[in-house]
């Protein structure tokens, strides 16, 4: 793979800027103040990063994330083009580059949680596991939808995918202007691809980190085969890619444990505890056993100088502590790999084979174990079920026989008349003159994208409204 390509400033449909505009922004700039000024990207204000409905104004959202992973990917950005330039002196990166990456990076971590549906990734589950239990019980013509999809198409809604999602929403379901949606850089679009290989070619077994979900559903293989095309990167992952994943991992392995703290999921004892056991495996070295007793010195400290809350103060700074060194390892870990990334044959993620690999999985264990799985978050999430799999019954009952001639009934309309004008224009655009099976399949899509666009709010309110219940 090639810089030149990697860094495609087209756009998929391109156009001609006026020379006398006066505006001097790089297209990858241009990109930023598109997003920032999206609805999409506001609605993640209310949409769940762990706590779902929460009221508190400590925790963080997926907006808050978002601006946080965005960072952090600009961060590592600059660190890693200085690390080209200076170190591995590969000629093929020029030094204007450098901007371009941090641009691209700092787009691709506000855009990353895009595309996810109400209530997190627990959301997402709910999707699958509908589409699961009743593609083979609703009946279209006479034959079960099961039947009749594609293997892809039905795969698609079996592996339901927010990163897939927000693919499709910032090429086509953002009406900004036309059917392409918010227009992005070719160059942006393939950095927030993580997964480059279909529905039908998940294989999470494979050993290579690009292959453990879908990147693209069926209604986008020929967005995702033109970026293919264009930025040269043959079925691999764009080398920003691992960039990317490793801001996020950076982010929410870090935050949950700040955020499970001040919501007394984990006391500070607990995690220094915690911290302590999960050095007595073979996989802790040095870095790790000094980065545990680091939280223990910070918190003397506090306590020395009379800091009133001396756990709060340790966590917190320790949480910058643990941020910076894992930039330093993501750094490294793409330095250490650039070959193989630059290739296409590099499997794993940037803190593989780093003295951070074992501290960032300890943090994700401890993560789980205290929030994720606590009685709290479970029972938010079966209330978040509930209305999930409401919102789908009703909705895909409408869409199964709109746009086919045959009578809705009028609740069905009524259904119908709820979904976003803006969606079912894109439906009618992109459904032109496909036959029955897609677009029936587009009609799927129909539903999950305006419940994907739905905040967490905004799903509880309808189906409080829907069920005639009171706030």
């Known amino acids: ?44 204000q209310d949409k769940t990063q762990v706590f779902p409905l929460d009221k508190s104004d400590f925790v963080r959202t997926r907006l808050t994330h978002s601006l946080e992973v965005s960072s952090f990917a600009k961060s590592l950005g600059q660190n890693i083009s200085k690390k080209i330039l200076l170190e591995i002196k590969d000629p093929d ?22 595309g996810n549906p109400p209530f997190g990734h ?29 293997p892809q198409m039905k795969a698609d809604l079996y592996n339901f995918e927010g990163n897939t999602q927000a693919l499709r929403l910032v090429t086509k379901l953002h009406y900004l202007v036309d059917k392409h949606g918010m227009n992005l850089t070719k160059g942006l679009l393939g950095t927030i691809i993580k997964y480059p290989v279909s529905s039908l070619e998940i294989n999470d077994k494979s050993g290579n980190i690009k292959d453990k979900k879908m990147g693209y559903y069926y209604a986008e293989q020929e967005i995702f085969a033109d970026l293919q095309r264009s930025l040269g990167t043959c079925g691999a992952r764009h080398p920003l890619t691992y960039v990317l994943e490793a801001a996020d991992d950076i982010a929410y392995r870090t935050a949950d444990i700040e955020d ?57 700074n320790w949480v910058v502590r643990i941020q910076g060194k894992m930039i330093a390892s993501a750094t490294y870990g793409f330095a250490k790999n650039y070959e193989d990334i630059m290739k296409g044959t590099y499997t794993k993620d940037l ?17 789980y174990r205290y929030t994720f799985i606590s009685k709290p978050i479970l029972k938010l999430e079966i209330a978040a ?52 099976v897609e677009k029936l399949y587009l009609r799927l899509l129909l539903v999950t994208d305006y419940i994907c666009g739905m905040t967490d ?15």
């Open 260 to 316: 499970s703290f001040k919501k007394g999921r984990i006391t500070y004892g607990q995690l220094l505890q915690e911290l302590r056991e999960g050095g007595d495996g073979e996989k802790a070295d040095g870095d790790y056993m000094w980065l545990t007793a680091s939280l223990d010195e910070r918190y003397k400290k506090a306590l020395e100088r009379g800091i009133s809350q001396p756990e709060v103060y340790a966590v917190q």
């Open 93 to 114: 990166f020029k030094e204007s580059y450098q901007a371009d990456v941090c641009d691209i990076l700092q787009c691709a971590g506000l855009l990353h949680d895009i």
């Open 385 to 436: 079920e509930t209305i999930m799999n409401f919102l789908l019954d009703k909705f895909v009952d409408a869409v199964v026989h709109y746009d086919t001639g045959q009578k809705l009934t009028p609740v069905q309309k009524k259904m119908i008349a709820l979904i976003s004008d803006n969606y079912k224009a894109i439906y009618q655009i992109y459904s032109e003159d496909k036959d029955e």
């Open 457 to 471: 709010s905004y799903a509880k309110l309808l189906y409080q409204e829907l069920n005639g219940l009171s706030e």
């Open 1 to 44: 793979m090639e810089w030149k390509q990697l860094l495609c400033g087209d756009r998929i449909r391109m156009y001609q800027g006026s020379k006398s505009s006066g505006d001097l922004r790089t297209e990858f700039e241009k990109d930023y103040h598109r997003i920032i000024g999206s609805a999409s990207f506001r609605r993640l």
């Open 351 to 367: 803190f593989a084979g780093t003295s951070m690999e074992h501290m960032a999985y300890v943090l994700g264990d401890i993560a």
């Open 122 to 150: 627990f959301g997402e589950t709910v999707i699958r596991e509908w589409f699961l239990k009743n593609l083979g019980r609703l009946t279209f013509q006479g034959k079960t939808l099961e039947e009749q999809l594609l």
